[in-house]
């Protein structure tokens, strides 16, 4: 049994911990396992260091925190600046990130948005300008991905569904997955560029009408109001 120490001088840290337990190490496994092992999730930390290119195919286990926060909890603004009461949420005894109860699938997804996105702000430049909106993005371009592809069927699960990330939703969320995949191959890539970039100026419109509000700018990001005011946005 792994006991976190109370010394201030030597402590050990709750991601740490949380860590070492069997579902991130499930986790760890199945990424390897899915798509050929094409995002990895590092759940310590440089695990993967030293593998080439590996910026653009692995996720830390507190960026797959924050994503799947944005989400499936629809709390970006606590992924941009709270992170303290998001890791609460992990560590805490019935987790709502990170739970044994969960399926690995909608982790696998949440991390691949990430990436994706990632790296069309790395290919635009536009990384550094939106880096503390990127949680935001993310929440928007589940949205968009509700509103345009998995609310098609209403018999098919949609991700922003509250019950989609527990264990018994597995093949519901495998089927999301999936249909996310095939949307990335779309038009040789440029059906997910666009919702991208839908996503980045649902961003842009809600900055206005945040600081038309008086919202000082670096203030906006941690405002539950923001997310808010993008899925109104999107879903006009």
């Known amino acids: 049994m792994i006991v976190a120490s109370t ?14 337990s069997d579902f991130n190490k499930e986790l760890e496994y199945y990424f390897k396992g899915r798509y050929n092992g094409s995002i990895l ?3 310590r930390k440089n695990q993967y260091a030293l593998i080439a290119d590996s910026i653009k195919s692995k996720i830390t286990m507190e960026d797959l925190l924050k994503a799947y926060a944005s989400i499936y909890l629809q709390s970006p603004h606590e ?3 709270y992170f303290g009461k998001l890791k609460a949420k992990a560590t805490r005894k019935s987790p709502s990130v990170f739970s044994d109860t969960h399926n690995h699938e909608s982790y696998y997804l949440a991390a691949k948005i990430y990436i994706d996105l990632d790296n069309w ?7 550094s300008d939106y880096r503390r ?4 993005m993310i929440y928007a371009v589940a949205n968009i991905l509700d509103r345009d592809f998995f609310s098609r069927n209403r ?4 991700l922003m569904d509250e019950k989609i990330k527990f264990s018994r939703k597995r093949d519901k969320m495998d089927e999301l997955l999936r249909e996310y995949v095939g949307i990335t191959a779309l038009e040789n890539g440029e059906k997910i560029k666009e919702i991208f970039s839908e996503a980045k100026q649902s961003i842009d419109d809600s ?10 700018v670096n203030e906006i990001n941690k405002d539950a109001e923001f997310h808010k005011e993008i899925y109104k946005s999107i879903v006009k």
């Open 121 to 127: 702000l790395r290919e635009g430049k536009i990384l």
């Open 133 to 136: 909106y990127r949680w935001h």
């Open 155 to 158: 018999n098919s699960p949609t």
């Open 79 to 81: 992924s941009a600046r």
């Open 207 to 216: 900055i206005r009408l945040m600081r038309n509000k008086g919202i000082q």
């Open 41 to 43: 999730y590092e759940r």
């Open 7 to 20: 010394n201030t001088q030597n402590p050990v840290n709750e991601l740490v911990l949380l860590s070492r």
